[in-house]
């Protein structure tokens, strides 16, 4: 492990990870902490090809509301989100806190 996150790749990779972690805080006002340990949860064990990995086929803001809800219903921009329900936390012992959080 290098860095913030957990998962086995190269530098391209990293930054499209961090993206991601930029979209959830952007979309969701969570900290940076919470953003990557969820990135962490999902994905932390996985090897991936040097950028662009084939995730790399969606968007950054595509995979924040997966990171983030979890189980994303239907993937629109324009969707109502109002009763979609926030995914759990890693447990707070858990290796995908590589940030102080925060609060």
């Keep these: 492990m ?3 996150f957990m998962m086995d790749a190269d530098e391209g ?3 499209f990870f961090s993206q991601i972690a930029d979209e959830m805080i952007t979309l969701f006002g ?3 902490a919470e953003a990557v340990a969820r990135l962490n949860e999902a994905w932390g064990s996985l090897t991936f090809d040097p950028y ?3 995730v790399c086929h969606e968007s950054a803001e595509y995979w924040a509301y997966g990171m983030y809800y979890g189980d ?6 324009q969707a109502d989100r109002s ?8 447990p707070a ?3 995908a806190w590589t940030l102080p959080r925060s609060g």
């Design 2 to 4: 290098a860095g913030e």
């Design 72 to 77: 994303v219903p239907y993937w629109d921009e």
């Design 30 to 32: 969570i900290d940076r």
């Design 13 to 15: 990779m990293r930054r």
């Design 83 to 90: 009763e979609w329900q926030v995914g759990p936390l890693p």
């Design 93 to 95: 012992d858990s290796p």
């Design 52 to 54: 662009p990995d084939l």
